[in-house]
């Protein structure tokens, strides 16, 4: 069990070591890295049945030194969801990445960098402790950097500066803010500040929770925060911002999901309605970003966090039914974007460029991929029966439940305005006449298998989660539970002592 | 000595401030690394600030006697220097980069990536050796 709960760090780790050596060596490099994709797919996968059909939730102390002194790992059916759907994502972009990046990157250790991106994205899910979560997102941000500029293309410094300067920013806001709280506190372990922190003044708590939600809503892209991610994740090569527009924002969400349902639930009337007030804005504001943009991959990312808003407002009701909405959310959202992503990448490779007034006519030549192209994009919009239409449902009869009508009502509206979207990207693309000056075709011939396969397992994902998610719906309505009940998690951190105390340990 | 680091704190986290929201990418750059060592010095009397008590089990006892320095926020400085210290390197390497791509040191130069409908034909050309560019893109 304590190696299962290990691999998704282990893993990660082991492959980015081993694939700097090899980068020059293409073939050998791409063989390893689907490799290591696969393993920690297969890990994670196994991590996720073995809590599902266990106690739920399994805690590993890293040393043996005991909590709250020690760094303890904690895997409840969140993390483990989520190791599982961004395992499945980094695979498809890892070989998604095999056909499309250049030698040049390559040879740079891209495959190292996103094998340490995930890393820290693995570490962040599963760390029980607030500075080791620091570690971890700064781990993802360095390996994210790099990744961001690595071939130092115009465009890309120019996106760097701003996603570099504001998530360094936010960093400085989580370290200010795990300052203040270890100094009113005494402890930085997840369970033992949950059960000290109720006993404490919650007009201070209040503050140290405002500058957590900032720090984590920079990260997530939550409504007056999100203005490096429009700016920066159109301009690296496609597979990059198809991995970045899966996992960093919500490694983000997954944080505030963490902190505001483990430790600052002291407040949920002054906390919890900030954050309904921005869950609704970041939607409004994120989709009419996107109807302004004439670009595939800027639409995307306006969409991105448009879509974080409707996690944030499952959060912010507080309730099961709004958890469990928030969990399933995340899950079908990462597929899908990442998705979205791929797809667009096919589009800009076919005309040379993402805009749409120079792209057209894609549905004579390759109505394949219109259908491909519709499964994510009426999935992201909401349309049964796919998963969107699921996590939407979900969404509102949540947003109904708790009386929230406003943000409910913007929710829906922002549902419509995500179709509308979505069509303008499929009548410019697919469905009007080609562009009339000779097309620049970087590129043309068919696609290959590995640009291809990740496109259908996600999007047979997508269409399995809509059609017989039912599983997947009772891990997220469990895993909400999980959240809710503050007791449990701390019970399972503590029970370690006892049992290491016991045996001797 | 509490009040005399909250001072201190303040004036870092103010003067950063006050650099971040300047124009200038270098002015941005030392701003962030004012206000990452004001982070860390807040990190530091965080636990409270202890003269001389270093946390240590006297010989014959068991338990340290009462007002002792707290050795956790040193261990958490610590990684934090080193973490903002790489990350700032990779920032002053970023923005020298930024200035052999674009010849300009002002952040409102910057606005191709966020411009509404149009992509700049440069966007996905790489960075031109030294020398050799700036003339040129002076010239353009």
């Known amino acids: 069990m304590d190696l299962l709960l290990t691999l998704p760090i282990l893993i990660p780790l082991t492959w980015s070591l081993v694939l700097y050596p090899v980068r020059r060596r293409r073939a050998l490099s791409h063989a390893i890295a689907i490799t290591g994709a696969t393993l920690l797919l297969g890990a994670t996968a196994l991590l996720l049945v073995f809590l599902v059909s266990g106690k739920g939730i399994e805690v590993v102390t890293i040393g043996s030194w005991p909590p709250p002194y020690g760094i303890v790992l904690v895997a409840d059916l969140l993390s483990a969801a989520m190791l599982l759907v961004c395992a499945l994502v980094s695979w498809a972009a890892v070989v998604y990445s095999t056909d499309w990046i250049d030698p040049g990157r390559e040879q740079a250790g891209y495959y190292s960098l996103v094998f340490a991106l995930l890393l820290g994205v693995n570490g962040a899910f599963l760390t029980g402790d607030l500075f080791n979560l620091y570690v971890w997102f700064e781990v993802m941000l360095m390996a994210s950097f790099v990744l961001l500029v690595l071939g130092v293309e115009r465009g890309q410094v120019e996106g760097g500066i701003k996603y570099v300067s504001l998530n360094l920013l936010a960093s400085t806001f989580f370290l200010s803010a795990t300052g203040i709280l270890y100094g009113i506190a005494g402890t930085l372990n997840f369970a033992d500040l949950s059960r000290v922190l109720e006993s404490v003044d919650p007009h201070i708590l209040n503050v140290v929770a405002a500058l957590f939600g900032i720090a984590f809503g920079i990260k997530a892209g939550v409504f007056p925060l999100f203005f490096w991610l429009p700016a920066s994740y159109h301009t690296p090569p496609v597979p990059v911002s198809a991995l970045f527009a899966g996992l960093l924002t919500k490694v983000g969400v997954y944080a505030l999901i963490r902190v505001f349902t483990l430790l600052f639930v002291h407040d949920p009337g002054w906390t919890h309605r900030i954050l309904l007030a921005c869950a609704a804005l970041t939607m409004l504001t994120g989709v009419l970003g996107a109807l302004a943009q004439h670009d595939v991959r800027r639409i995307l990312s306006f969409h991105i966090i448009s879509q974080i808003g409707y996690m944030i407002f499952g959060l912010a009701l507080l309730t099961p039914l709004g958890l469990a909405s928030s969990v399933f959310y995340l899950i079908h959202h990462i597929v899908v974007k990442t998705n979205l992503f791929f797809i667009g990448g096919l589009l800009e490779r076919r005309f040379g460029t993402g805009l749409l007034d120079r792209v057209g006519g894609l549905f004579r030549t390759q109505a394949w991929l219109g259908v491909l192209f519709l499964i994510p994009a009426f999935s992201l919009a909401g349309i049964p029966p796919l998963s969107g239409f699921v996590a939407k449902l979900l969404v509102i009869r949540a947003g109904l439940a708790a009386h929230a009508y406003l943000a409910t009502t913007i929710a829906v509206v922002v549902g419509l305005l995500t179709l509308l979207s979505m069509l303008k990207i499929w009548n410019e693309a697919f469905w009007k006449a080609p562009p009339v000056p000779a097309v620049v075709n970087e590129r043309p011939g068919p696609y290959s298998v590995q640009v291809l396969l990740p496109i259908f397992v996600l999007a047979s994902v997508t269409v399995f989660l809509g059609l017989a998610g039912e599983p997947i719906l009772a891990v997220a309505q469990r895993a909400a539970e999980q959240l809710l009940d503050r007791h449990g998690y701390q019970a399972a951190v503590f029970s370690i002592v006892a049992e290491s105390v016991g045996t001797g340990g | ?140």
């Open chain 2, 1 to 140: 000595m509490e009040v005399l680091f909250a001072i201190m704190v303040g004036t870092l986290y103010g003067c950063a401030l006050y650099l971040l929201l300047r124009r200038s990418i270098v002015k941005l750059t030392v701003g962030l690394i004012l206000i990452g060592n004001g982070a860390n010095l807040l990190l530091f009397s965080a636990g409270g600030l202890v003269r001389g008590r270093p946390p240590l089990v006297l010989e014959g006892t068991s338990t340290v006697p009462a007002p002792y320095a707290d050795p956790l926020p040193q261990a958490l400085i610590l990684t934090a220097i080193v973490i903002s210290f790489g990350v700032l390197v990779f920032a002053v390497a970023l923005i020298y980069q930024t200035y052999r791509a674009l010849a300009t040191d002002d952040l409102d130069d910057l606005t191709t990536t966020d411009r509404l409908g149009e992509v700049s034909e440069t966007a996905h050309q790489p960075v031109v050796p030294v020398g050799t560019s700036l003339s040129s893109d002076q010239g353009s």
